[in-house]
């Protein structure tokens, strides 16, 4: 059973345009909620994180968004540019536990 | 400075096989973490030490697969008869502290895709 369901699978945006990955979970015990870039033959990469007591974070192009009562959190990427194009990862732990759960991943394309 | 390494990258074996994959955290990172993320999914947890005690074998999908990190630096996980189901990349992660009561960022290394033929 998938923790963390993310979508969409893949997306392809024009340069400039806005990238939105979405990304939704069911438990409520969950307090951390990170996403990661991955460029190909790398690991993972911290990109942005927040916790459940704010609705937004912001740093530069990316915001994360978060409704707490619809058990949803979003990634919106502003002004794509091409070397944004990576997979993202959603993911979700519980401070108490030393686990991290995954989404299964947006693979992002920025068209020049 | 540095980061995460894992060896070997890359690594082909025959199915039954015993393989042995290195991770070598940043220095001073008390914990370290393995995950197996199968083609074209998210990283899935294995296993969690805590300097050199293993906390969390949870995610370990079978007795074939172990994990050790004797000396609280550099952690082996040790796939003993390798099946083709296998076959993913094994990534390794370690953050300075531990995560429990903490926010801590894990650090990624590139992994060791493991294909098992």
């Known amino acids: 059973q998938q923790q963390v369901k993310q979508s969409p699978q893949s997306l392809i945006v024009q340069k400039g345009g806005i990238s939105i990955i979405n990304c939704a979970y069911e438990?409520?015990?969950?307090?951390?909620f990170p996403w990661y870039q991955q460029f190909p033959g790398k690991g993972p990469a911290l990109l942005i994180a927040?916790?459940?007591?704010?609705s937004e974070k912001k740093e530069g192009r990316f915001t994360i968004s978060f409704n707490k009562s619809a058990k949803q959190f979003s990634l919106h990427i502003m002004d794509s540019q091409p070397g944004d194009s990576a997979t993202y990862f959603c993911?979700?732990?519980?401070?108490?536990?030393?686990?991290?759960?995954f989404g299964s991943g947006t693979k992002l394309n920025v068209k020049p | 400075g540095a980061g995460v390494s894992q060896s070997p990258r890359y690594k082909v074996a025959k199915r039954g096989q015993d393989v042995a994959l290195r991770c070598d955290p940043i220095?001073?990172?008390?914990?370290l973490f393995w995950y197996q993320q199968a083609l074209g999914q998210g990283p899935e947890f294995l296993t969690y030490?805590?300097?050199?005690?293993?906390?969390?074998k949870s995610g370990l999908p079978s007795d074939r697969f172990f994990a050790e990190r004797p000396e609280g630096s550099v952690s082996t996980l040790k796939i003993q008869r390798t099946q083709q189901e296998d076959s993913a990349v094994y990534l390794c992660?370690?953050?300075?502290?531990?995560?429990?009561?903490?926010?801590?960022?894990?650090?990624f290394g590139p992994g060791t895709r493991l294909l098992v033929l």
């Open positions: 992660a370690s953050s300075l502290r531990e995560l429990a009561g903490r926010w801590e960022t894990q650090y």
């Open positions: 438990n409520t015990a969950f307090d951390y």
């Open positions: 927040i916790r459940p007591d704010v």
């Open positions: 993911a979700a732990s519980i401070r108490n536990f030393n686990k991290f759960y």
């Open positions: 220095s001073g990172h008390v914990s």
């Open positions: 030490f805590q300097n050199e005690a293993q906390l969390d």
